[in-house]
């Protein structure tokens, strides 16, 4: 069967997942898939998505070059925000006056080529990343493919309605106030908000720099994690990154205590079908197992209007201020009316508001004491284009009730569909927690949104069945990865047997290591690390043990071996064996094996 028709039958490679398993299959390439992207966006016909695509045929060769299907993205077309760099592509912030074409990527999309993933083209945004509505800028605006007449939400509106049309199954957009939770909600798509720092806004245009961050749209959960964990790490060539490592996805808690607001809090504007439809989502959520636990919301309310009414308006300001003093006509009117209000607040102003933030900070602490999570709609209702066009800065303050306060607050986020409306509109509900616990939302929502039973984006595409969770180490274990003679099944892996290790999932580093042979006995390798990017992905088996066992284990090791961390290809980072550089001088380079066991096979043929 072509590949097209089976797609059709079978909708078997939409997703990410399927997609990477498709080519390590060899049933479709890269290449097939990114041919397809360009096929289907021209099919689609909708200018306004993209502001601009790469060369097809320099896509296609990127494609066809890559070598490594252990790569968690490998051959995954992916779609960029264009206020996120992109070597070769303008990054215009939808300002034809502002554009530059960047020198280098940005660090997210070097860390998503390095993974194996395309960059197909760089999409459309309400401009300079100000709105939530996506018909704010010069370049058009984009149709929402769920149902024509509504806004296609922003700022991150290229990237959401290329997700949902299905013309690539990854993009990144960018989330200050909710731009990559509101459009998620309004194509019927996942939205990942990271924890602040997570990922690296190097070569991020900012709109607010103490809180922006870079979102992830896909079609499911999984998807979603899996491109975090490749994006996610410190840089330091930003200074407002973090060292926060992800942790590895786990199962659905036995007990969880989800927060809703008290009665009569939340404001949908009219909206009977919104309000019905959250109502609905919390029966699900009761069904699969969770608690509700009231929390007053106000709080929440008091933050979200510090950041429109308070002065990190001034931060938007800065960006272009310049521009507004010698081009203020090249920027949008309403971008521009609400700019020029950052001129005005005082230092004494900020200091204020930063004092008042710190207070409700603590009060959102003591919420979250009581609750693992908060659940909230993405958006109390919808509008059209048409309405909001007529209304523009009014009805898109509306759709920023329940993501303004976000960032303010240091909280990550999950936008999951929830349902379709009776008129044919989406509804979305957004799973908030405190920074760090990015894995954990993804763990408790990606069974939630599978329970909905929902097709995905706007091509009627069923959801796969959820994937099984790697087993994971213990709260009392340590994960130990191992590369060489204590793998399964050679020579000194009963090292780890009789302390009582298990072993838990076989992976790969990133490409980031070189493995060499070393003269020992019994044979072993060695793996040292090198640049980023520049060296081999090798494979290896993590193993969890006691934190007694670790200990005997660790202090048996002999020289050159050490005991280091390992950046894994999905992101993950683990202890595990590292060697000596010294003692790799005249050892022979093993890399393109991909492993010890594979060299170990070859030198018995031999």
Known sequence: MPHRARDEANHVTETVAAIVAAHRAGTMTPSQTVARSYQRIREHDDAAIFISLRDERDALAEAARLADPTLPLYGVPVAVKDNIDVKGLPTTAACPAFSYVPAKDSTAVAKLRAAGAIIIGKTNLDQFATGLVGVRSPYGIPKNPVRGDLVPGGSSSGSAVAVSAGLVPLSLGTDTAGSGRVPAMLNNIVGLKPSLGLISNAGLVPACRTLDCISVFSLTVDDALTTLAVMAGPDEADPFSRDRPLAALAAFPAKLKLGIPKGGQLIFFGDREAEKAYGEALKRWRTIGAELVEFDLEPFYETARLLYEGPWVAERYLVIRDLLASSPDAIHPVTREITIGGARPTAADTFSALYRLQALRRIAARTFAQCDAIVLPTAPT?????????????????????????????????????????????????????????????????????????????????????????????????????????????????????????????????????????????????????????????????????????????????????????????????????????????????????????????????
């Open 382 to 606: 919808i509008y059209s284009t048409a309405d909001v066009l007529a209304n523009p800065i009014e009805l898109n303050s509306r759709l920023g009730t329940y993501t303004n306060f976000v960032n303010l607050l240091d909280l990550c986020g999950l936008a999951l569909p929830a349902a379709m409306r009776p008129d044919g509109a989406p509804f979305g509900i957004t799973l908030l927690a405190p920074a760090g616990r990015d894995a954990e939302l993804a763990g408790i929502g990606r069974v939630f949104h599978a329970d909905t039973g929902l097709a995905v984006g706007a091509k009627a595409v069923p959801q796969p069945p959820l994937a099984a969770i790697p087993a994971t180490a213990g709260a009392d274990e340590i994960t130990i990865a191992v590369v060489g003679a204590h793998l399964s099944g050679m020579a000194l892996n009963h090292e780890l047997t009789t302390l009582d290790a298990r072993l838990l999932e076989q992976t790969v580093t990133a490409p980031d290591y070189r493995l060499y042979a070393l003269d020992t006995t019994p044979p072993k390798p060695g793996m040292l690390r090198i640049e980023a990017g520049a060296g081999h992905t090798i494979k290896l088996e993590l193993w969890a043990m006691s934190p007694a066992a670790f200990g005997k284990f660790v202090a048996a090791i002999p020289p050159p071996m050490a005991i280091g961390t390992l950046r894994l290809a999905d992101g993950r980072q683990a202890k595990g064996f590292i060697v000596e550089p010294a003692a790799i001088a005249g050892a022979k380079d093993i890399s393109a094996y991909g492993g010890w066991r594979t060299f170990m096979a070859e030198r018995t043929k031999t």
